[in-house]
């Protein structure tokens, strides 16, 4: 059974910083690319950042600049490091495989940016 656990949001003025954490399990982690998805009230969940299985990142260009994603293979694991933050990254973030092979996702962790 495909299994993610994220945590690391939070409340976070403008212009501040979080590192979002993500366990995998379920699934040979290190094969699979891996993003960050986020998704706010009535709109479509939208990828952020996936880091392959060689390491390559791809950013959407909202976060470019500001966002850094990494994985650590050992301990099924990707993170998020967030700076800069601003009030429209305000959202409930995912992890999962890019592209999504499976309906399984876990809680999200919400992160909330004042202004």
């Known amino acids: 059974q495909v299994q993610f656990v994220e945590s690391g949001g939070g409340l976070v003025q403008a212009g501040g910083s979080l590192r979002l954490s993500c366990v995998a399990s379920?699934?040979?982690?290190?094969?699979?690319?891996v993003g960050w998805y986020r998704q706010v009230p009535g709109k479509q969940r939208e990828l952020v950042a996936t880091?392959?299985?060689?390491?390559?990142?791809i950013y959407t260009s909202s976060v470019k600049g500001r966002f850094t994603i990494s994985r650590d293979n050992a301990k099924n694991t990707v993170y998020l490091q967030m700076n800069s933050l601003k009030p429209e990254d305000t959202a409930v973030y995912y992890c999962?495989?890019?592209?999504?092979?499976?309906?399984?996702w876990g809680q999200g962790t919400q992160v909330t940016v004042s202004s």
């Open positions: 379920g699934i040979t982690f290190a094969i699979h690319a």
């Open positions: 999962n495989t890019a592209p999504v092979a499976s309906g399984s």
């Open positions: 880091i392959g299985n060689g390491g390559y990142t």
